[in-house]
């Protein structure tokens, strides 16, 4: 199959890539030259523009937006919108706000182009492990671009069956994408993921902030421990209940140096956070973790502490997210 990518940076440019290496064919734009030159050499299609792009592609064309959620992406979107025509399909594959998925969607459908959101998780690791995705759409525009999804995705792997899985669910899910219901469903569904990951990385990040403080000489001397984190990180990999990619990712940057001293602990969010509390409290639904989870990234931006530093660290290691200027 042959897609348009636009916008190639951490996450874009590797999806091209990965798609290539399976066999499909990309056009690719990004404002920036250079992106553009590097998936040329490895066997992409320039587009000077998403005119050309439109006139280089199959019917009906298929476009990827990967680009940052808010006015880049709308604008993006409505200059796709442009120049598609019936059957046309355009995927959202950001972090944009489900509900203005919904609303492209419905604008999109009465000049009769298909729109569909996908979640899509794996950062900077996606092009060697794949890419779980979460998708919204019409069912046929998604089957529609499936051997595109399939190519894109982890795959079973090594990862065991879960035990009793019912035969008539999605089995898409075993390869790591799903199609989770209509357009926004699937950045609803990777909303929540990210509103998880706050929280999941909270707990990591006070918890090895409290092993750190065990050496503080504000406790008695003979209850103070010089615990080694890196150590601790390394062993709770191997057989603890709470292993996990981000227990690696810690462990890894505690390798490096145990005090984290290139992460200053300035903890920035991306949105998600705030939108899983907004639809929380739309639901009536409690979620004191994943709340306070955001507050401590609002905090981390005043007083900095240990555990900020390795949140930081996290989101280096899965996503090459830089700290916010302080």
């Given at each position: ?166 035969e008539g669910d999605d089995a898409r899910a075993e390869q ?17 993921h990210n509103g998880i990951e706050y929280g999941l990385m ?125």
């Amino acid at each position: 199959m042959k897609i348009g990518i636009i916008g190639l940076g951490r996450m874009g440019g590797n999806i091209a890539r990965r798609l290539m290496r399976a066999g499909h064919e990309t056009v690719v734009f990004d404002r920036d030259q250079k992106a553009i030159d590097a998936l040329v050499a490895d066997g992409a299609v320039a587009a000077s523009g998403i005119e050309d792009m439109k006139g280089k592609l199959d019917s009906p064309a298929i476009f990827w937006s990967m680009l940052p959620a808010g006015e880049i992406t709308e604008q993006t979107v409505t200059t796709i919108a442009g120049v598609c025509g019936a059957d046309d399909i355009v995927i959202d594959g950001g972090n944009s706000f489900y509900k203005d998925d919904i609303r492209r969607a419905k604008a999109l459908a009465e000049k009769g182009i298909r729109y569909v959101d996908v979640g899509t998780s794996g950062g900077v690791w996606g092009l060697e492990r794949g890419y779980c995705m979460m998708i919204g759409g019409e069912k046929a525009a998604v089957d529609h671009i499936d051997p595109m999804l399939a190519a894109l995705a982890p795959g079973l792997g090594t990862i065991p069956r879960t035990p009793g899985r019912p035969e008539g669910d999605d089995a898409r899910a075993e390869q790591g994408y799903i199609h989770a219901g209509p357009p926004g469903a699937g950045h609803f569904v990777k909303m929540v993921h990210n509103g998880i990951e706050y929280g999941l990385m909270q707990a990591y990040a006070e918890g090895f902030d409290i092993l750190k403080g065990k050496s503080s000489d504000k406790l008695a001397e003979d209850e103070r421990f010089d615990l080694n984190l890196t150590d601790i990180a390394e062993v709770w990999r191997r057989g603890s209940v709470i292993s996990s990619w981000l227990l690696d990712l810690s462990a890894s940057a505690l390798a490096k140096d145990m005090q984290l001293e290139a992460f200053s602990g300035n903890v920035a969010d991306s949105g998600e956070g705030q939108w899983t509390i907004d639809a929380a409290m739309e639901e009536k639904v409690p979620a004191n973790v994943l709340t306070a989870a955001l507050f401590a990234r609002y905090r981390s931006r005043v007083d900095h502490t240990f555990g900020d530093k390795l949140l930081s660290a996290m989101r280096y290691g899965f996503g090459g997210h830089v700290e916010i200027p302080q």
